[in-house]
């Protein structure tokens, strides 16, 4: 075979470009198979079900599917550790959990099957980001329970790609095998990926004499600036791409060589978009919690599973010619929403504010108190040695600065406290970017 048919080959045409309505056919198809395996084999499914008045039978439509009641995480901690598998144990191959830090974690499980669908839809997101098999890739997420790396690692594999599995951790080893090894694609989370550009530097390594063509980011929510900086710092072209354990793993959705938002892989999961106060599904285009429905998994199917992310559904037309919806940048989760005096703000908002502004290192965390009844919202963000020991005037002319474009742009009050490089506790996984101390 040749390179280019093994290319042909992940790039699957035929379900990529899938015209819409034969689209939603083959969904509406593998939708009331998934749903006869639910209620026939996971008892949390079949009382949901019949609390709700429902059997698989009354959704005949794509639309129907609104009439089922959600799963939430809660329905998954209920059900610790097995409770929510549609297969017996022995045709269980992987086990993997969230990557939630408290409370018991969430364990999903995978047939050989679903192991080959998910190294197909994680082949099909990497190639789409531009992965060939001439690529060297570097996988910098923890191998583990956590799905980032295998889930990528086996894509890689699939493209026939050469898969360095050096895993997360020991920032100078990682350049060193990157610099040796010639890694041409990277792995890892976008927090990451900026903590690997610092070292760098500091170390006096010209990032554009790596071999480092591509950034395949994802695992935590990430802004276009922070993307615009990665890309000019790293000179790479960096990529998201979404997915959660509870659904899949990484493979859920990913970004074509365009950028417009991440395809979800519509042949194989279900989109909603809702209100996240009330569940009802809202009209195309608007923003809300997302909302997914797998439709092939066989060991850990799950219907309308609450994600938490805030996000924005894309139907109009790709340039690449793939016909699946595509998910804007999440704006995060609802459950990392920060209420501040009643307002709304969200992480990521204030990152774009922060990488706007020259001087502003892509470091910062977000403290928020509550000083009596009140709210308080601290944004400590590092700042270049020559502003942090600046004289006052012109340190406060700064912070004055940044402190009028958080207010116009959040509609609430930050304080903002410039501290030294490096001081900020950096993460070889997913960023922590907010203390709630209230
Ligand atoms: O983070 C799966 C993954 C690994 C995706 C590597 C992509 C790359 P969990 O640990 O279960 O799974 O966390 C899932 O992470 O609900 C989002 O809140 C967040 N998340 C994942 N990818 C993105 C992304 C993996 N590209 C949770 N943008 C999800 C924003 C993301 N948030």
């Given at each position: ?245 509870e659904v899949m793993g990484p493979g859920v959705a990913g970004e074509c060589q365009f950028k ?145 474009r958080l207010l116009s742009v959040l509609g609430v009050g930050a304080k903002v406290k410039l ?20």
């Open positions: 075979m040749t390179q280019s048919e093994i290319t042909n080959n992940i790039w699957d045409r035929s379900n990529e470009c899938m015209p819409r309505e034969q689209l939603e056919k083959l969904q509406l198809d593998r939708l009331q198979k998934t749903l006869r395996l639910v209620n026939d084999h996971v008892p949390c499914y079949k009382n949901k079900f019949s609390d709700h008045n429902i059997s698989p039978e009354d959704v005949k439509s794509l639309e129907e599917l609104s009439k089922l009641p959600f799963t939430t995480k809660e329905d998954l901690r209920l059900n610790y550790p097995y409770g929510m598998f549609a297969v017996p144990m022995r045709e269980v191959v992987r086990i993997h959990s969230s990557s939630g830090t408290t409370g018991k974690p969430t364990v999903v499980g995978y047939t050989r099957n679903d192991l080959n669908i998910w190294t197909q839809l994680a082949a099909r997101f990497m190639t789409a980001a531009g992965v060939t098999p001439d690529d060297i890739v570097h996988i910098a997420f923890g191998y583990g329970l956590f799905t980032g790396a295998f889930g990528l690692h086996y894509g890689a594999e699939e493209i026939g790609a050469s898969v360095i599995p050096i895993s997360s951790g020991n920032t100078d080893k990682q350049i060193m095998i990157m610099q040796d090894y010639r890694s041409s694609a990277l792995v890892c989370t976008p927090s990451y990926a900026l903590t690997l550009a610092d070292r760098m530097e500091k170390r006096g390594i010209d990032q554009h004499k790596l071999a480092l063509k591509v950034g395949l980011f994802g695992g935590e929510p990430w802004s276009e600036e922070m993307r615009r900086e990665i890309e000019e710092r790293l000179g790479i072209i960096a990529t998201d791409n979404y997915g959660l354990s417009r938002g991440m395809h979800i892989f519509e042949d194989h999961f279900i989109a909603e978009i809702i209100d996240p106060e009330t569940g009802v599904v809202l009209p195309r285009g608007s923003v809300g919690e997302l909302v997914l429905t797998s439709i092939t998994k066989e060991a850990f199917p799950i219907i309308r599973y609450r994600t938490r992310d805030i996000t924005q559904l894309d139907y109009s037309a790709c340039p690449c010619g793939r016909t699946h919806v595509r998910m804007l940048k999440t704006m995060g989760r609802s459950d990392d929403m920060l209420i501040i005096k009643g307002v709304n703000v969200f992480p990521t908002q204030i990152e774009e504010v922060l990488f706007q502004v020259e001087g502003c290192q892509p470091h910062y965390q977000l403290i928020v108190e509550r000083a009596g009844t009140m709210d308080t919202l601290e944004v400590q963000v590092e700042v270049n040695e020559d502003i942090f020991f600046d004289e006052m005037k012109k340190q406060r002319a700064f912070v004055d600065k940044l402190e009028k501290v030294e490089p490096s001081t900020i506790t950096r993460h070889e996984g997913k960023a922590k970017r907010v203390i709630d101390k209230r």
